[in-house]
């Protein structure tokens, strides 16, 4: 078994968002982002991080700039 730091290092930062300690989310998943939560395309609902939120919706908002 490998510790959580360990997986999310070898995880690519332009595919994958951490977006609360303990969940990692493939962006491509992400079907919408709010000022507090993230809704995934199967409708979970996961919080985002109170101290990191800011700098997750620069880094979602960064990747939907390069799809479209």
Do not use: H, P, W
């Amino acid at each position: 078994y490998q510790t959580l730091k360990v997986i999310e290092n070898k995880l690519s930062d332009a595919v994958f968002l951490k977006i609360q300690r303990g969940i990692i989310v493939n962006m491509k998943y992400i079907k919408q982002l709010n000022s507090d939560e993230c809704i995934l395309k199967n409708n979970l609902i996961f919080n985002l991080s109170r101290k990191e939120k800011n700098m997750i919706r620069e880094k979602y908002i960064e990747d939907r700039k390069s799809v479209v």
